[in-house]
């Protein structure tokens, strides 16, 4: 089994930052892609940032040139660098790794207020 943990959410004010952290572990031998999904109340789940083993990445158009990901393979762990904060990112952040199979983590809430 692979465990992922999201850590770093919470309450900003518009215009702040915060940074999600994803920390895999168990059964995890190597890891391809890890990244983020969002989903707000009513809305369907959206892909935010994604980045492959090798550091390629991914970017909703909502959040290019605000949000970066990044990922630590010796740690098993990435990030999600998020600025410029807009109360429409308020959502709940799920973090995702591809082992043998996509694993998820149970989620962190991310509240942007105006």
Same mark, same amino acid.
């Given at each position: 089994?692979?465990?992922?943990?999201?850590?770093? #959410?919470?309450?900003? $004010? &518009?215009? =702040?930052?915060? @940074?999600?952290?994803?920390?895999?572990?168990? +059964?995890? *031998?190597?890891?391809?892609?890890? #990244?983020?999904?969002? $989903? &707000?109340? =009513?809305?369907? @789940?959206?892909?935010?940032?994604?980045?492959? +083993?090798? *550091?390629?990445?991914?970017?909703?158009?909502?959040?290019?040139?605000?949000?970066?990901?990044? @990922?630590?393979?010796?740690?098993?762990?990435?990030?999600?660098?998020?600025?410029?904060?807009?109360?429409?990112?308020?959502?709940?952040?799920?973090?995702?790794?591809?082992?043998?199979?996509?694993?998820?983590?149970?989620?962190?809430?991310?509240?942007?207020?105006?």
């Amino acid at each position: 089994q692979v465990q992922l943990v999201e850590s770093g #959410g919470g309450l900003v $004010q &518009a215009g =702040g930052s915060l @940074r999600l952290s994803c920390v895999a572990s168990g +059964s995890i *031998g190597s890891i391809n892609a890890m #990244g983020w999904y969002r $989903q &707000a109340p =009513g809305k369907q @789940r959206e892909l935010v940032a994604g980045i492959t +083993s090798t *550091g390629n990445t991914y970017y909703a158009d909502s959040v290019k040139g605000r949000f970066t990901i990044s @990922r630590d393979n010796a740690k098993n762990t990435a990030y999600l660098q998020m600025n410029s904060l807009k109360p429409e990112d308020t959502a709940l952040y799920y973090c995702y790794a591809d082992v043998w199979k996509r694993a998820w983590g149970q989620g962190t809430q991310v509240t942007v207020s105006s």
